[in-house]
């Protein structure tokens, strides 16, 4: 049984919450994303696989996670992004936002991070994954069906990246 952060709109703990309960009471929760960037400045998107239960086959940030109870939103986006990519870097803190998209009710931090290293996917989270210049993950947001964390990571990130 997977324990989360249950959290206020402003992001103060109340208190652990059961993963599935989150989810299915729309719980607001802890949660991040990773944006891992080439030095070139392209940034990895990854498309997450058909048989994830919450937003199948859409396009994600390079990393996404839920903060484990007892657990930083630093110290879980580590975890993630060595689980989902392989990668292990320096993490640079952009922000946080709220955002609530069916089933997920989430409080998000943003987080960057540059490495020239070779990714390794996890084939249980994602298909494919490529590096993308700014101006196509534009594109990808605009037309294409993404993650909300990745529509509303972007925007945050954008300029930061």
């Not at 657990?71 to 922000?95: D, F, I, M, N, Q």
């Not at 196509?136 to 945050?156: F, M, N, Q, Y």
């Amino acid at each position: 049984m997977e324990m989360l952060y249950h959290v206020t709109a402003d992001d103060s703990v109340i208190g652990p919450v059961e993963r599935g309960e989150a989810h299915a009471k729309e719980i607001m929760h802890r949660s991040g994303i990773v944006f891992l960037l080439r030095s070139d400045g392209r940034v990895l998107i990854q498309h997450r696989s058909p048989t994830k239960r919450i937003f199948p086959d859409c396009d994600d940030a390079s990393c996404a996670f839920h903060v484990k109870y007892g657990e930083s939103y630093e110290g879980a986006a580590e975890r993630e992004l060595v689980e989902e990519t392989g990668v292990s870097a320096p993490l640079k803190y952009l922000g946080k936002f709220s955002h609530h998209d069916q089933p997920e009710r989430q409080m998000v931090a943003v987080f960057s991070c540059t490495s020239d290293k070779h990714v390794i996917l996890d084939k249980n989270e994602a298909t494919s994954a490529e590096f993308r210049t700014k101006e196509e993950i534009d594109e990808i947001v605009a037309s294409r069906r993404t993650t909300p964390w990745l529509r509303d990571g972007w925007k945050l990130a954008r300029s930061q990246v």
